[in-house]
């Protein structure tokens, strides 16, 4: 122990309130949701009290330390490493039976304890609360009443962790195995003397007891002594069985429930006996067998009517901001050129347009988050994932499936990346690659930008309609995907029972809603700003370049000095004409014009841009001054400009697009045009989404740097897909649902092969996502087409066969594998 730097562990198992009780020692704030298993990795934060510097770490939450899971490895390896000096177990005080299971484990292995009795408002609210004196009697060490997410216990717990630093020796506690013991103590007398085992010797000797491979297997490698040791402890067990008539590890667990209730029965005083409780209540209408889907169907509707819908509402008061931002950054560029911009000033603005493009959805990030935030806070996550467990398990996954899928997207505004991580805690290999596989059909929060973008151009009066659809078609397509996996490269594998807590219901506070949903949109504009930038600059180029050949740019500067000379033959005469007798002078003009529509675009006040564009060029700005009607020049000026900017625009959107055209991405879309245009893709299409193979929200800056307007009177990108024409509601639809399939990008590929092992699976999951929605696009856009649908009626055909065929596959060797479900307790 060094007084610079003393180590305090937290751990407990799931839903005790443990990461409250972190965020409440340290100020450190980490994701807290009302989900088992939501910390899957270990989290560190600091706290300094008088004058000693304390590193807390937030162990996994685990039921148990037995190692059945990476996170009952992790929390007991750190432990039985000896990094922490203390360590403080956190139990929900509601539940206290519970968590006296792990309590117990924690001092069998002789860990410097210290107990967080969390919750303790909650517990005496339902009529059954603590004796903490009692308590700290019966297991030998300090215990004190927390209530992390208001604060309440943390200068106490402070205290009490420095103060316990300076005394020596371990709680005595011990259960009493009964006929067990005896065995115990002969076989710890010889684990004592294998010098290679430093764990205590009895806490091994359960462990062997109980079966933990990792255990055994080091125990085994501890040489002659270690495996003859193994031996007997197998044949001791065999015999126990055999004249008990049941198993050391059934007969463990039994006699530390029974010594838990006998704690609970001297500490807790209840007086809810006989009373059904507001969580049991109203758990038979959320979780009822019927009741439960058709209420999940209208949380989820309501959930994307109120970020989609109104979020995109809230995106108007953005859009100023945007706006004043892009013009702030264009007037400190050199000025546009008659035929076309500098290259710093088209790849700079390309790059804002591109940040912009995504930057507009932040209100639906918001709202979105903060939804789910309270959903998560509320304790309706796991409810979700006991309602979906049975449907899961008819298609090869597991209930432990349901938090990687969540967060994932399971309907919207998840990341694949943590997802896929998340799949660790499933213990079956079977389960585990076929939720690693399908994760990636989820909806993240990348694929968003171009749902709402298409939802707002061409199903605008129907869009929450449309995000029920998106939200939940791709959930439909991962279970059959799931079936198909099962069935085929999956199967044979052995499936594990599922078990999981209902957690009581709890009141969401407004800061941790806020914070969370602002921590989970700060990500995503971090990724903006790191993956987005740099592929809108490689896009950049790939779109611009081979340049035009010298012939074709010749004849666009022919025809540009046409429309200059034009343009100055009309002005000639009047008071103007000498300013614009020369090139330098209409760059002037077009410069100084488009500053100002994009000021005045932004919401700045007309006085103040007056006095702001006077002072800039006081010789242009009468052409700008709508108080002066008397100047005729101005007025003859403006007439002449307007069409001037006009037939500007249109020479320079066809070089434009004769550019693209044969720029070496626009070759790419093309030459995937055979294959996609039955899906209704064109090759700027194709381009959108080759771009997206990095990042999925770059098929939105790519879209917009397609399509983005080189005349300002187009202020937006949907006004820009809107003029270019070409695309209908059915277009739209096959795209979505081709994005919705969409493979995984760079990151989530990488994360594929770390958790599954193997190269091969992460380019599985890269290959069968093409054709899947390559296939699925291609049947909505000819089908659609030649049956003459509209987009809104085809997305409902489409579904109900994805519906059916998913249904149908569901029936195909159903497994009878059931999960247990118990609310409170150890199962």
Not at 196 to 208: D, G, H, V
Not at 537 to 555: A, D
Not at 663 to 686: C, I, M, Q
Request: aromatic share 10%; glycine share 8%.
């Amino acid at each position: 122990m060094t007084i610079s730097n003393t180590v305090v562990a937290l751990a407990g198992q799931p839903n005790c309130g443990k990461s409250t009780i972190f965020n409440m020692l340290t100020g450190a704030r980490q994701h807290v949701a009302n989900y088992p298993g939501v910390t899957v990795d270990i989290k560190r934060g600091k706290y300094r009290y008088q004058d000693r510097s304390f590193d807390v770490v937030d162990l996994p939450g685990t039921y148990s330390l037995t190692s059945y899971s990476s996170e009952e490895m992790v929390a007991r390896d750190f432990i039985l490493g000896g990094e922490a000096d203390v360590v403080v177990g956190v139990v929900d005080g509601s539940n206290l039976r519970r968590g006296l299971y792990l309590m117990f484990q924690l001092l069998e292995m002789g860990a410097p304890l210290v107990v967080a009795l969390n919750m303790a408002d909650v517990a005496r609210s339902k009529g059954t609360p603590v004796d903490v004196d009692v308590l700290s009697r019966e297991l030998g060490v300090p215990v004190l009443e927390t209530v992390g997410n208001r604060g309440i216990g943390c200068k106490e717990l402070k205290k009490q962790l420095f103060s316990s630093l300076s005394k020596e020796g371990r709680s005595p506690f011990i259960v009493d195995y009964g006929p067990l013991e005896p065995l115990i103590s002969d076989l710890s007398d010889e684990m004592k003397s294998i010098p290679e085992m430093s764990f205590p010797a009895r806490w091994s000797i359960i462990k062997l007891l109980e079966g933990d491979s990792s255990v055994m297997e080091r125990v085994g490698a501890s040489g002659d002594s270690g495996r003859v040791l193994l031996e007997k402890v197998s044949r001791l067990a065999a015999s126990f069985e055999d004249e008990h008539g049941d198993d050391p590890r059934s007969h463990i667990g039994l006699c530390r429930h029974l010594r838990a209730e006998e704690i609970e029965s001297r500490c807790v005083n209840d007086s809810s006996a006989g009373k059904v409780s507001w969580t049991d209540r109203i758990d038979s209408v959320v979780v009822h067998r019927f009741g439960g889907p058709l209420i999940l169907l209208a949380v989820v509707y309501w959930l994307y009517e109120l970020a989609i819908v109104q979020g995109y509402k809230a995106t108007e008061y953005l859009v100023p901001w945007l706006s004043r931002f892009e013009a702030l950054v264009s007037g400190w560029l050199p000025p546009a050129g008659v035929l076309e911009e500098p290259l710093i000033r088209s790849l700079v603005l390309s790059v804002v347009a591109a940040i912009n493009s995504v930057l507009i959805y932040v209100p639906i990030f918001l709202i979105l988050f903060a939804s789910i935030a309270i959903l998560e806070d509320v304790g309706y996550m796991p409810r979700m994932a006991f309602i979906l467990d049975r449907l899961f398990r008819k298609f090869g996954l597991h209930g432990q499936s349901t938090l990687p899928l969540i967060l994932g997207g399971v309907f919207v505004g998840g990341c694949a990346v943590p997802g896929v991580m998340a799949t660790r805690v499933i213990a079956d290999e079977k389960a585990r690659l076929a939720t690693i596989l399908v994760v990636p059909l989820m909806n993240c929060m990348a694929k968003i930008p171009l749902y709402t973008l298409l939802i707002s151009v061409f199903f605008a009066d129907r869009g929450g309609a449309m995000m029920a659809f998106i939200s939940t078609i791709t959930i439909i397509f991962g279970l059959a995907v799931a079936k198909v996996l099962s069935l085929t490269v999956l199967k044979g594998k052995e499936s594990s029972p599922f078990v999981m807590e209902l957690p009581s219901y709890h009141r969401p506070t407004v800061r941790g809603v806020v914070t969370r949903s602002v921590e989970r949109t700060w990500l995503f504009l971090k990724k903006v700003g790191t993956v987005v930038v740099a592929v809108a600059i490689l896009v950049y180029f790939l779109i611009n370049y081979p340049s035009l050949p010298q012939e074709r740019y010749s004849s666009f500067t022919e025809r540009a000095s046409e429309l200059v000379a034009g343009f100055q033959a009309k002005v000639e005469g009047t008071s103007y004409g000498k300013i614009l007798d020369s090139e330098s002078g209409i760059i002037r003009l077009i410069d100084y014009m488009g500053r100002f529509k994009s000021a005045r675009m932004s919401g700045q006040d007309i006085e103040s841009l007056n006095a702001k564009f006077k002072a800039m060029d006081p010789e242009l700005f009468p052409l700008i001054d709508r108080s002066n009607r008397s100047d005729k020049d101005a007025k003859k000026v403006n007439r002449a400009y307007k069409l001037f900017r006009r037939d500007r625009a249109f020479l320079m959107k066809e070089m434009s697009d004769e550019r693209t055209n044969d720029s070496w991405l626009g070759r790419a879309g093309k030459a995937l045009e055979p294959v996609t245009h039955y899906a209704g893709f064109d090759w700027k299409v194709n381009v959108a989404l080759l771009s997206s193979l990095a990042a999925k929200e770059s098929s939105v800056a790519t879209l917009g740097m397609i399509y983005r307007p080189v005349d300002s009177d187009q202020d937006s990108l949907e006004e820009g897909i809107k003029k270019e024409g070409g695309m209908t509601p059915l277009h739209a639809l096959a795209l979505m649902v081709f994005m919705a399939l969409y493979p995984p990008c760079v990151a989530t590929l990488i994360m594929v092969k770390v958790e599954s092992g193997s190269w091969k699976w992460a380019f599985f999951s890269l290959g069968y996502p093409i054709v899947l929605g390559l296939i699925c696009a291609s049947l909505i856009f000819t089908v659609g087409s030649n049956l003459g649908l509209s987009g809104f009626t085809a997305t409902w055909v489409f579904y109900g066969c994805a519906l059916l065929t998913t249904f149908a596959l569901g029936l195909i060797n159903p497994s009878n594998r059931e999960a247990s479900i118990e609310k409170g307790k150890e199962v």
